[in-house]
C-alpha cells in the first residue's frame, strides 16, 4: 500500500481549473520528485495534499486513511510536515523558536530535545545562531531553517516546495545532499522543484506536471535521459 496516494484530484481556483484529474502515489521511503514549470500546478497540488486546499473532487489517501477534508493542523500531527515555498520562517522570531514551533503538534519533552539535538547535528550553522531572529539569516540558513522546522514534527512523510529557489549553485548542492540525507535516515521526501536536473538526480520516481495534467512518469534515471524532458527542463 502507498504511504501517500493522490486519486483523481482537481482543484480550482474560482472559475480557473488548476489541476485537472491528476492520480500519483509516494512509497513508504521514496524520494518522488514533482517537475514542471511555472504554473503547472505543483505548488497548488502540495497545498492540497496538506490541507491548505480544498479539491472540488478526488481524494487524498495517506496510509490508507482519507484525508481529503481534514484540517492542515491534524494533518501535520498524522505525520505529514510541509516545507512551503518561499520558506516562510517567522522572521521575528529566532532559530530556536521557529524550530520549536514544529514541534508545536507534540507533548514528548524529551523526545522533542532529542528531535532538536538532531536538527542541530544535521544544521550545524543553526545551532550557531539559534538566539538570533530568523529574519536576520541568509536565504540559505532559512531553507535550513524551513527544513529543520519540518523536522521538528518527527514527520513520516515530507513535502518540499522548491527548496532550491534562489539560492547560490553551492548551497544548492549543499540542500539536496541535506534532502537525500533525510530520505536515508528514514523519511519519505516529495519534492517539487524546477530544478528538474538535481531533482530528477536524487529522486527514485518522478512525474511531469502540465497545466494541472501529469504528462510523464516514470523512474528518474530514465527520464534524465528521456529526450523530451531534456529539451523542455534540463536546457539540453
Do not use: C, W
Not at 492542515?72 to 510536515?81: F, N
Not at 517539487?192 to 494541472?212: C, F, P
Request: aromatic share 6%; glycine share 8%.
Amino acid at each position: 500500500m502507498a504511504m501517500l496516494e493522490v486519486k483523481d484530484l482537481e482543484v480550482y481556483y474560482g472559475v480557473i481549473q488548476a489541476i485537472k484529474g491528476i492520480s500519483f502515489e509516494v512509497n513508504e521511503g521514496e524520494v518522488i520528485a514533482l517537475i514542471g514549470a511555472n504554473g503547472a500546478g505543483k505548488t497548488t497540488t502540495l497545498h492540497t495534499i496538506t490541507g491548505l486546499l480544498s479539491p472540488k473532487s478526488g481524494h487524498v489517501m495517506f496510509q490508507g486513511q482519507d484525508i481529503t477534508k481534514v484540517p492542515a493542523h491534524k494533518i501535520v500531527s498524522m505525520g505529514m510536515a510541509h516545507v512551503p515555498e518561499g520558506r516562510r520562517v517567522f522572521a521575528d522570531l529566532s532559530v530556536y523558536e521557529n524550530l520549536r514551533m514544529g514541534a508545536y503538534t507534540r507533548k514528548d519533552k524529551a523526545e522533542i530535545e532529542e528531535s532538536l539535538k538532531n536538527v542541530y547535528k544535521r544544521f550545524p550553522h543553526l545551532e550557531e545562531r539559534k538566539n538570533e531572529m530568523a529574519g536576520t539569516l541568509s536565504a540559505g540558513e532559512q531553507q535550513m531553517l524551513a527544513m529543520g522546522r519540518a523536522l521538528m514534527s518527527k514527520p513520516k512523510i515530507i513535502l518540499m516546495d522548491e527548496p532550491s529557489m534562489g539560492l547560490s549553485p553551492i548551497l544548492v548542492n549543499e540542500i539536496f545532499d541535506i534532502i537525500r540525507s533525510v530520505s536515508e535516515s528514514g523519511t519519505t521526501v516529495l519534492l517539487v522543484e524546477q530544478n528538474a536536473k538535481k531533482a530528477l538526480s536524487i529522486a527514485d520516481r518522478a512525474y511531469v506536471l502540465e497545466t494541472g495534467r501529469i504528462v510523464m512518469e516514470g523512474n528518474a534515471k530514465d527520464l534524465l535521459e528521456n529526450d523530451d524532458i531534456k529539451k523542455a527542463y534540463l536546457g539540453e
